[in-house]
């Protein structure tokens, strides 16, 4: 059963997938860099031997062990096998009865140890967002252990008889113990009696050193050889000089017997333990051989996800070929900002390779060196990439069929052993590929009918195309001919394609066009080099009339849609500027209302101070007519001007007349304003003829429209979510304030964490107001320290009902799912 399984990882499809594809499209680089990451050498053999699938459910089930292992490593930041060990051959070898050292017993006990730990990871269950049970991380990855368990009495009798340094404990029996407590009292014994030997009087002058060494297993002592015979003795052995005879004294013959007996003894009992051990491997040796199995399969997701987080790669949409009309294949490629994985990302020219679904063949033309034989690579190798359950380098949303084979031309096929040309080599390949070749197969083709004559060439390059449409077999062709061009324009399910050059820097773009042919640009290129115009007069001429209108037109669109291009560029960025500049003006004239008011507000408590005093010498003067015993009617009119005076002084100031100001856009809820009075932000509920509701964290207040200070910002501008029963009803005035919609989905990833925030939160507000239901967050796994914080941010935000973690086809943990409370109508 675990074999099955290790088939099912490794595929064994290579009788289906061309190997001289594999080669072309150079997969076995792909192979190389992902058994880097390995952690122990099975789950490497493992990356080495994996071959694409053609099966939907295999590449489905592979898809999702590299999701969830991406899942387990944004959880557990340490997760690994790391210290597990291929001790297959170890368990071969005690299943035939062998016995094992110690140091291997260590190894097979660190192993399953690891797989211990690795399991109760697997079935840890976790919360993955609001509204959802908890529930283990890696499901699909957990049925690799399904109904493994731990050997757990094989693992304590390796702990209670091996150390960690590979040794046998002296524990690991009690005659070992016994034994080893006699060969240290006999030890020392025998020291004992040599060193008085060694530090005699009589006996040190005739030693040539004073120290005790061993030959032969025997403890011996170096006798000078001028002293021959004058100590009874063995001797062992002699120095190369003949200077030294090691010799053992006869008094300590018995105590080196004694010793030799009880060592034999020890090394009899650690070869009975250790076959003993052995023999427990044996019997435990199929269960041990399914866990390092699993093992490798566990580590070989953990390593396509690991290299998945390098690349900043996407797993793709996988799906079976569709039911289109009879001259489509029904195959699917929308490949968006595909970059190829062997390239520098940070150099590499992402390209949107899309066909419609009215396309399957695709003519794709430009100069040399433009990229064409790279695009064509990248579109094999990411299928490839993709069929094997491999993430790889493209925008999350890109989608693919499963073929059942690929094909590749790719390259100089010149063979000097097999006496072909290049022209002959490249032709025995394609028919190979076509012998091969049906409608669930992929064919890319580099430079096709080139190496020969080019009109026979051209006729050829369109005769295979005109099969491969006839077969409906997807394939992508590049091309310098101009015929395919043609065929391609007048042919329903054949597409142009270009790879754009910029003439006045000589210079590919790489940048990938759909639905135009390629220029060669190859008159523009050399008179720009320097060859003389009358050979460039010349070579025009013999171009023909139709070739020179058609490259002439080629070349109008192509410079038209640039202009266009730039045009689109240039509105933009005038646009942004333009904004910026109002957001500027809008901020200094709310800095000038606001040093106004100021200004009079300072005016107002003067006044008001003055007032104040003025009333306290009235009530002076009261108290000083009531105890003289005259009338107060006098001061009575002095009073009532104070009063209305300090009335008129408690309103607020006007706000100023702005003549030559564009009039400002009204209040309206939702809106982030700033009360001047209190010098504090709070959001419009409310509004009426001159006052205004606004929300100041949980507080509601009413305040007049001149004390509301605009946000400098149109961004700020957003509604909050209120319960029913806190509803103003004159919040339920229609809300016609149109605002442009962010997009349902926000890429945070490569930003820090503070950006990110500040990103959010200005997308939250957006988003909200536009009225969207829910939007995509793209973190990315990493360390996890962006995704809790994005994640805390949503928990504390307002505008946001719930969140979860996105679905496996949704970017799983690199993504969360916020969605927005009801705005308010």
């Not at 959880?75 to 170890?90: E, K, M, Q, T």
């Not at 395919?484 to 820097?505: M, S």
């Not at 001061?635 to 005076?645: D, H, I, K, S, Y």
Request: with cysteine.
């Amino acid at each position: 059963m675990c074999s099955a399984g290790m088939m099912e990882i490794c595929g064994t499809l290579s009788d289906i997938m061309d190997e001289k594809t594999l080669v072309t499209l150079e997969y076995d680089k792909i192979l190389r860099r992902l058994a880097g990451y390995a952690a122990f050498s099975a789950s490497a053999d493992l990356a080495l031997q994996l071959r694409p699938s053609s099966s939907l459910e295999e590449v489905a089930r592979r898809q999702a062990f590299t999701t969830q292992a991406r899942r387990l490593i944004s959880l557990f930041a340490d997760f690994s096998v790391s210290g597990a060990h291929d001790i297959r051959p170890y368990l071969d070898l005690a299943s035939r009865s062998g016995v094992l050292t110690p140091a291997e017993l260590l190894e097979i006990k660190n192993t399953l140890l690891v797989a211990s730990q690795v399991m109760h990871k697997l079935k840890v269950e976790v919360k993955s967002g609001v509204g959802r049970s908890a529930a283990p991380p890696a499901p699909a990855l957990a049925e690799l252990f399904k109904d493994l368990q731990t050997p757990t009495s094989l693992l304590d009798a390796i702990t209670q008889s091996i150390s960690e340094r590979g040794e046998v404990l002296d524990n690991a029996s009690v005659r070992l113990g016994i034994i080893r407590r006699e060969i240290k009292v006999s030890h020392d014994r025998l020291m004992g009696r040599l060193e008085k030997i060694v530090n005699d009087p009589k006996t040190a002058p005739m030693l040539q050193e004073s120290i005790i060494t061993q030959r032969n297993g025997r403890y011996v002592i170096p006798l000078r050889a001028d002293f021959k015979g004058q100590i009874r003795s063995i001797i062992h052995d002699q120095s190369s000089s003949g200077a030294t005879l090691f010799v053992e004294p006869l008094v300590v013959v018995e105590l080196n017997n004694q010793l030799q007996e009880a060592m034999l003894a020890e090394r009899d009992e650690e070869r009975r333990i250790l076959t003993e051990l052995s023999h427990q491997v044996g019997e435990n040796a199929v269960a041990i051989h399914c866990m390092v199995n699993a093992l490798a399969q566990l580590d070989l997701a953990l390593m396509c996800a690991r290299y998945a987080e390098d690349l900043r790669a996407s797993e793709p949409v996988i799906v079976p070929f569709q039911r289109n009309a009879h001259n489509h294949p029904g195959s699917v490629i929308r490949l968006f900002q595909a970059r190829h994985p062997l390239l520098d990302p940070d150099r590499v020219v992402a390209i949107d390779l899309d066909l419609d679904e009215n396309t399957f063949a695709l003519v794709l033309t430009g100069p040399n060196t433009g990229g064409k034989t790279v695009t064509l690579k990248t579109a094999g190798l990411l299928v490839l990439m993709a069929q094997s359950g491999l993430h790889i380098p493209v925008q999350s949303g890109s989608v693919l069929s499963i073929f059942e084979d690929v094909f590749a031309d790719i390259g100089d096929e010149q063979s000097i052993e097999q006496s072909l040309s290049t022209f002959s080599a490249h032709i025995t390949n394609i028919i190979r590929i076509l012998q091969q070749a049906d409608s669930r197969s992929l064919i890319l083709l580099d430079e096709l009918g080139a190496g020969t004559d080019p009109q026979e060439g051209a006729a050829l390059a369109r005769g295979i195309l005109a099969y491969l449409v006839e077969k409906r077999i997807t394939c992508l062709i590049a091309t310098h001919y101009p015929e395919l061009k043609t065929y391609a324009h007048a042919t329903p399910g054949v597409t142009n394609a270009c790879l754009e050059f910029d003439p006045q820097t000589l210079c590919p773009t790489y940048r990938l066009v759909i639905g135009l042919p390629g220029l060669s640009n190859a008159l523009t290129i050399a008179e720009r080099l320097g060859l003389p115009s009358e050979i460039i007069t010349t070579a025009r001429s013999a171009l023909g009339s139709d070739a020179l209108r058609a490259e002439d037109l080629l070349a109008e669109i192509h410079t038209q849609r640039d202009l266009a291009r730039k045009a689109r560029t240039e509105a933009e960025s005038l646009r942004q500027e333009a904004e910026k500049k109002h957001a500027e003006l809008e901020r200094r004239l709310e800095q000038i209302e606001d040093e106004r008011y100021e200004a009079l507000e300072k005016a107002r408590q003067q006044a008001e101070d003055a007032i104040e005093s003025l009333q306290e010498e009235i009530k002076m003067l009261r108290r000083e007519l009531t105890r003289a015993r005259q009338p107060l009617e006098a001061l009575q009119p002095l009073a009532e001007r104070a009063e209305a005076l300090k009335d008129r002084l408690l309103k607020p100031p006007a706000p100023a007349q702005k003549r030559t100001r564009t009039p400002a856009r009204p209040l309206r809820v939702g809106q982030r304003v700033r009360l001047r009075s209190l010098k504090t932000q709070g959001i419009i509920t409310a509004i009426e003829a001159d006052e205004v509701e606004v929300l100041i964290g949980s507080l509601r207040m009413r305040t007049s429209v001149a004390d509301i200070q605009r946000s400098a910002s149109e961004e700020e501008e957003i509604t909050p979510p209120t319960s029913p029963s806190s509803r103003s009803p004159l919040s339920a005035q229609p809300f016609t304030h149109y605002t442009p919609s962010p997009g349902a989905e926000l890429d945070l990833r490569g930003k820090t964490t503070e950006e990110a925030l500040e990103a959010l939160e200005k997308y939250i507000e957006a988003a909200y107001v536009a009225g969207l239901p829910f939007a995509r967050i793209i973190h990315g796994k990493g360390t996890g320290r962006l995704r809790q914080a994005v994640r805390d941010a949503l928990r504390r935000c307002a505008y946001v009902s719930a969140w979860e973690t996105g679905l496996d086809g949704e970017g799983g943990e690199g993504v969360t799912i916020a969605r927005f409370a009801q705005m308010e109508k």
